[in-house]
T-cell receptor, first 117, second 110 residues
Framework: NAGVTQTPKFRILKIGQSMTLQCAQD?????MYWYRQDPGMGLKLIYY???????DKGEVPNGYNVSRSTTEDFPLRLELAAPSQTSVYFC????????????????FGDGTRLSIL | DAKTTQPNSMESNEEEPVHLPCNHS???????IHWYRQLPSQGPEYVIH???SNVNNRMASLAIAEDRKSSTLILHRATLRDAAVYYC???????????FGTGTSLTVIP
């Protein structure tokens, strides 16, 4: 199994451009997450999804959009890139999120390093 | 979700045990204690988690205080590959979010 796959690994955008960060998992996990990590900081949750067709905001959702049309894929879209969105973006998945099995570990991808100039 | 407090950095000699502390004085009864680590230029990696009892797995041990207001991640024999940032996270059984702090940066000295 590949686990969680993120593409691209690196990208440079100009201010105002848009792009989609791709995330795919092959573990049949219901829950998927997008985080951003600024230099020297911990991860902050942008959006998450508890299943196909269901998404919800995390701590820092402004400037981003997500969709979840399939169990496997959870793309993150930046519509109007701003310098403040320069960061490393991580996608993660887990089996479930709540209940007695709700504390399954999250599996992370290797990240997308995004610079906006 | 309750917050955690960890030292910013720690050092250990190679092949010696490492005890990484975490304080979580406002933990609630339904909060699990999770530990993740992040190697340079990689995504976080699950290490271990527990609720009340001490836990062991192939990577580490988790010692949880009786009042649950603190915990300690124990690496039994540090290797150079264990140099990473270690995050202690509280995860509610009723919520869907992890809250990462800034973690403890572990340096392993050869």
């Amino acid at each position: 199994n590949a686990g969680v796959t993120q593409t691209p690994k690196f990208r440079i955008l100009k201010i105002g451009q848009s792009m989609t960060l791709q995330c795919a998992q092959d573990m049949n996990h219901n829950y998927m997450y997008w985080y951003r990590q600024d230099p020297g900081m911990g991860l902050k949750l942008i959006y998450y999804s508890v299943g196909a067709g269901i998404t919800d905001k995390g701590e820092v959702p402004n400037g981003y959009n997500v969709s979840r049309s399939t169990t496997e894929d959870f793309p993150l879209r930046l519509e109007l890139a701003a310098p403040s969105q320069t960061s490393v973006y991580f996608c993660a998945s887990s089996q479930t999120g709540t209940g007695t099995d709700g504390n399954q570990p999250q599996h992370f991808g290797d990240g997308t390093r995004l610079s906006i100039l | 979700d309750a917050k955690t407090t960890q030292p910013n950095s720690m050092e250990s000699n190679e092949e010696e045990p490492v005890h990484l502390p975490c304080n979580h004085s406002t933990i609630s009864g339904t909060d699990y204690i999770h530990w993740y680590r992040q190697l340079p230029s990689q995504g976080p990696e699950y290490v271990i988690h527990g609720l009340t009892s001490n836990v062991n797995n192939r990577m580490a041990s988790l010692a949880i205080a009786e009042d649950r207001k603190s915990s300690t991640l124990i690496l039994h024999r540090a290797t150079l590959r264990d140099a990473a940032v270690y995050y202690c996270i509280l995860k509610s059984n009723t919520g869907n979010q992890f809250y990462f702090g800034t973690g403890t940066s572990l340096t392993v000295i050869p």
